[in-house]
């Protein structure tokens, strides 16, 4: 079964003259269990998808569909429960002035959970983090810590679905480690799908199953990270994105 | 010592056990910045003095502010048990100027309260929800803000009826534009954050937004802003009550005093000036605390 | 290898109400005409040991070493005065992001001359000459067009590779790079790499290039010294730095994701106290 199926998805901003086509008739499908990876330069449009899937680019057309149901662009709250997103700057994805214990409290309160209390602990365990951190305000937690309260965010409402937008790209290497080790082993537990972005071929083949190379809105190719690590990119743009990285 | 010490630290704590103890920590936190600064923590002593002599101004006034004694009208500072002298029907300034804190403080604490509230409900819903909402609120606050701020109160004052209530209500709605317009450009770059995208993907509605997550990074500035505002609103208050329109006689407030002293101003100076001397020293009192605030409150001027 | 820059036993020292925070504690190196290189983690006092040889810490900040010596000459030992002429005429510094080392409002053509005749005598005429001629040399196709745009017209590569120009004019003897490449794509990152490598060889200058990407420094540089809190923990020769020694370093090899060899787990570092502690290793040539 297809967790995740985009088909013909444009994403623009603008009106008339001022329009920026962001994302031309992207289309590609994640399986259930699956890890996807979407690559690309700046300004490629990779992240666009993750927002336009999630309604933070509120003008797109074409298909999404989630867990086989057709995503409308207005949402219900049960989407939310279904996909969740992990933002790329854990400096900015935190309100400052909310303790790790109110992020994570009103999130499990928004979407209805009772044992608030319990399951405040639980995440924070999950990540890594244990309970020393959960009365800290952000600026108390160094950015691989700020990033462990993003993820365990993301996984208060027990998502299906992670989108991850470059997760370690504002971290350094020894926490990025830490962070994709965490994700890996996230996945294997609670059998989730990711749909991961970034600009870095390597992290992307470490952490995915198959991956779509984005250039200027388009996707140009689809492949299986195998083929990434064999060096067997088709199209030459890929090639070319592939021998910058090694 | 011990017990002091241990309460620093526990205080300065990196690891906060609680919500009691984090909350306290950040509080302390922001006391000891707001302690080095010498000219704030002057300001602060100023108003805690006001606060004190408000409180306690039937004790401390050594006359009653309203008896009359025509036949010591006028009497010079330092003349007996009158420190201050007496103004033109012989009543005592120093205990009016003390009961006059009290509607001073009156003054400043409710427009404190109106004005910076209704301009950060309307720039948040404006600068949150956008679209028509926002050119609608936004062309009220220019309405308002092209008015002069006196002539506008006036107007009010001339509607209403003199008083001090509607003297403040007619400073309230006039000082609340300004505000409107920080609590809107701030919410305009806290709206495109990680952070509150981070919540709309929860599902949170923008009630919840707005109240929860943006009010309490607004909130920083304007107390920064209305801190600094009050000078001027202490002198618009006075500037009514000098005009006739604010406070009515007998009531002591500082403005209706220094307009009654003014007739005499060239041969009984003091009638006049006590009073305006007390309304300089709030005044400045209230801007240099509010630049203490701000290197606390302001991260963006911090940095 | 004869040394334009000397630094002995540099401490960058942060004043606080928990005490002195320590950013940069002893650190010793030396530059000849050489490209060297600075890693380490955010926090390591990388960025801050560039910026001190500039003095250019900020307040409360103190900066203090037994001697910065440029030619000889200490650089502590100068007025501030004195340290103008020497920050962008001798030494020249190229920041992380070029959007905010430009000026927004004016056209990059104005800057360019602007600096040009600041620090030479010449016509209008001739620095629009230069300006063109610098603009070519940092491999930019259009130089005219380039010379009427505004800062915001340009990519992060091309604002990179003019900030490069400008800092190039007065002929510096040392380039202090700053992560000058990691808010670029990687196709740009080699192409601004290059230029930056050519009239680093050609005008026989040294570069001190701080980054936090070892494989970059590993490729790019001749010798690297790698940071950790504040302090040098090695110093080796860039071809040689996969055979590091060093837990730290290899610490940081190995956490990277790699295409060539795929792995199950990433490898995570393990901190060892002793390392904040042990002295400082000297990088003098």
């Known amino acids: 079964m297809n967790m995740l199926e985009i088909n013909g998805l444009n994403v623009w901003f603008g009106t008339a003259r001022d329009r920026v086509d962001a994302v031309k008739g992207a289309t590609f499908d994640v399986a259930k269990g699956q890890s996807f990876g979407l690559v690309g330069e700046s300004g490629s449009g990779k992240s666009t998808i993750l927002r336009a899937i999630t309604g933070l680019a509120p003008t797109w057309s074409g298909s999404i569909k989630v867990a086989g149901e057709t995503v409308e662009h207005k949402r219900h709250k049960s989407f939310f429960k279904t996909v969740q997103m992990v933002f790329q700057d854990p400096y900015a994805s935190l309100h400052p002035r909310h303790s790790v214990d109110q992020v994570l409290g009103e999130t499990l309160h928004l979407h209805g959970f009772k044992d608030i209390d319990n399951r405040v602990v639980k995440l924070l365990d999950d990540v890594g983090l244990g309970q020393k951190f959960r009365f800290r305000y952000p600026h108390q937690l160094s950015g691989g810590q700020r990033q462990r309260v993003a993820i365990a965010r993301a996984l208060a409402p027990e998502p299906t679905l992670l989108l991850l937008d470059e997760p370690t790209s504002a971290l350094d290497v020894s926490v990025q480690a830490e962070i994709l080790n965490l994700l890996a082993d996230l996945r294997a537990e609670h059998g989730l799908t990711y749909l991961m972005v970034s600009h870095d071929l390597s992290v992307v083949g470490h952490m995915c199953d198959r991956l779509a190379v984005m250039k200027d809105g388009e996707i140009v190719e689809i492949m299986d990270v195998a083929a990434l690590q064999g060096m067997q990119a088709k199209h030459p743009y890929s090639r070319q994105l592939l021998e910058a990285s090694v | ?303 | 290898m004869e040394k334009l820059l000397d630094v002995e036993n540099l401490w960058v020292k942060f004043p606080s109400r928990q005490g002195v925070f320590d950013a940069v504690r002893g650190v010793s190196f030396s530059l000849g005409r050489e490209r060297l290189g600075i890693v380490g983690e955010s926090g390591s006092g990388k960025s801050m040991t560039g910026r001190a040889i500039l003095r250019l810490i900020r307040s409360p900040g103190i900066v203090e070493a037994d001697h910065i010596k440029l030619d000889g000459v200490n650089l502590l030992a100068k007025t501030e005065k004195e340290m103008r002429a020497v920050r962008g005429q001798r030494i020249s510094m190229v920041m992380q992001d070029p959007k905010f080392s430009l000026n927004p409002v004016t056209t990059i053509g104005d800057q360019i001359i602007e600096a040009y005749r600041l620090h030479n005598k010449a016509s209008k005429a001739d620095a629009y000459a230069k300006s063109i001629e610098m603009l070519e040399a940092v491999s930019i196709r259009d130089p005219e067009r380039v010379m009427r745009a505004y800062p915001h017209e340009m990519s992060g590569g091309m604002g990179q590779r003019i900030m490069i120009a400008m800092m190039l004019i007065p002929n510096p003897e040392i380039l202090i790079a700053d992560e000058p490449t990691s808010a670029l794509d990687v196709s740009v990152q080699r192409q601004v790499l290059d230029i930056m490598d050519k009239l680093v060889k050609e005008r026989g200058m040294g570069l001190i290039f701080i980054s936090h990407d070892l494989n970059l420094v590993a490729d790019f540089c001749d010798r690297v010294l790698i940071m950790y809190a504040g302090r040098i923990v090695e110093v080796c020769e860039a071809d040689k730095l996969h055979e590091a020694k060093h837990p730290y370093t290899r610490g940081l090899l190995n956490s990277l994701p790699r295409l060539d060899a795929p792995r199950d787990r990433l490898e995570v570092l393990q901190r060892d106290p002793a390392w904040s502690t042990a002295p400082s290793v000297s990088g003098q040539i």
């Open chain 2, 1 to 303: 010592m011990s017990q002091t010490q241990t309460l620093r630290a526990w205080l300065l704590t990196d690891t906060p056990t609680s919500r009691r103890h984090a909350k306290l920590s950040a509080i302390y936190q922001g006391w000891l910045s707001f302690r080095s600064n010498t000219m704030a923590m002057i300001g602060l002593g100023i108003l805690v003095l006001l606060v004190l002599v408000a409180a306690a101004a039937p004790i401390l006034a050594p006359h009653d502010p309203f008896a009359q004694d025509l036949g010591n009208r006028l009497a010079p500072l330092w003349s007996d048990s009158h420190v201050f002298g007496t103004d033109s029907l012989g009543r005592d300034i120093l205990s009016r100027l003390i009961y006059g804190a009290r509607i001073t403080l009156y003054i400043v604490g409710l427009v404190a309260l109106i004005a910076p509230i209704l301009g950060l409900l309307v720039g948040t819903v404006s600068g949150y929800v956008g679209g028509w909402v926002d050119v609608v609120l936004m062309r009220i606050t220019d309405i308002f803000l092209a008015f002069p701020r006196l002539v506008l109160a006036l107007a009010f004052v001339a509607a209403l009826g003199a008083g001090i209530e509607n003297a403040v209500l007619a400073i309230s709605l006039t000082a609340w534009p300004p505000y409107a317009r920080i609590a809107r450009a701030e919410t305009l770059t806290i709206r495109s954050s990680d952070y509150i995208s981070a919540i709309q993907l929860q599902g949170a509605g923008a009630l919840r937004i707005i109240t929860k997550h943006i009010w309490p990074l607004c909130i920083s500035s304007l107390i920064v802003r209305v801190t600094l505002d009050m000078a001027g609103i202490i002198l618009a208050a006075a500037g009514l009550g000098f005009l006739g329109l604010g406070a009515q006689p007998p009531s002591p407030e500082w403005g209706a005093m220094i307009s009654e002293g003014r007739r005499f101003i060239l041969d009984h100076w003091w009638v006049a000036t006590v009073p305006g001397l007390a309304i300089f020293t709030v005044s400045l009192a209230f801007n240099l605390l509010g630049d203490g605030l701000r290197d606390v409150l302001d991260p963006k001027a911090g940095e």
